[in-house]
């Protein structure tokens, strides 16, 4: 049986701090690597033999050195780095002893491992990130030419992005500043409208032959971007036992503050992923308006805690929705019997309501 060499890893930008394990002899080791050059930390890890398991927190500085591990044949935990530094025993820290903390938790298996996406979903999900700041960027020139065009005394708001808008703003007469301004905003915004298309585009051909798409797509306002984004950071949705627990990796899942008898709700954590709320939050404006249920929950609860908070309660709904239909691999309108069917069983399950007879129809469920 093959040597199994665990390796903590403090990870930064620069460099990395390693200590090492091996299970059969008991043998412990450290190191230092700078990651300049890259080919220093690839041979390093490519001499260790094998098998290796590679632990460290995640963080966004990490992905190059994932995918070099992951080429050697090695395997990579990645952990919570919150949890990790929750459970350090020493008040003093450097680099050495939060890696001999990570390889401590990967022995006695308590390492907090986090899921990694398939390298197909990481691709999926850097481009869904990358079109989403593109949109950021597009929203911005926008608003530049909106102020330009004000400033000039032409107020069209969104129509200035027609075509005849466009034509309007380009007749103004401008200072030579103001000139330039608007000619170089212009040639942004026509090169990130090309660009935005051509992501779009290519998101698309990876939805089409993905049956999973499909099914989140039969529920108002889940569109091709905002099921694709669900998909492959929930996927595989079995790895969640609760609702409660896919809402909390969404970052859904309420902070609140406790004094004596009072509690205070804080909002939402806002964990895990930033794009997959986005894009639920996005969904909702469609399907407040198209879902009989959730229109009735989101002016509900707009007349008791404002717009923003009720956005976000039904992004949480169509989370759980969402997670619902892929792990039973059921569509909208079975989603919806299902719904159905539950709310009469808990109706005649209170107390003095009567079953209704055969070809009379039951009472309808309040709220």
Known sequence: MNDIIYCGVDFHARQ??????KTETGELTSHELKHDPKEAVRQFYAELGGPVIVGLEASGYTPWFEELIEALGHQVWLGDATEIRRRARRRQKNDRRDAELILDLMVHDEFPRIHRPTPESREILRMLRYRHKLVKLRTIIKNSLQALSIQAGLSLQARLFTRQGTQQLEALTLSPVMGQQRQQWLELLQELNQRITATEGWLKQQALSDPRISLLRTHPGLG??????????????????????VAAYGGFDPMERSSADKKRYLGISKAGSRLLRFLLIEAT???????????RFYHRLVQRRGKPKAKVAVARKLLIRSFIMLRDEI???????RAIAARLAREFARPNVPVPLIGQPASPAKG
């Open 285 to 295: 404006q469609t399907a407040v308006k198209t879902d009989p249920e959730l229109k």
């Open 331 to 337: 569509n909208y309108a079975q989603f919806q019997q």
């Open 224 to 245: 091709l971007l905002s099921s694709l984004g669900i998909v492959h950071t929930l996927m595989p949705v079995r790895r969640f036992s609760t609702t409660r627990k």
């Open 16 to 21: 990395q701090t390693i200590c090492c394990l």
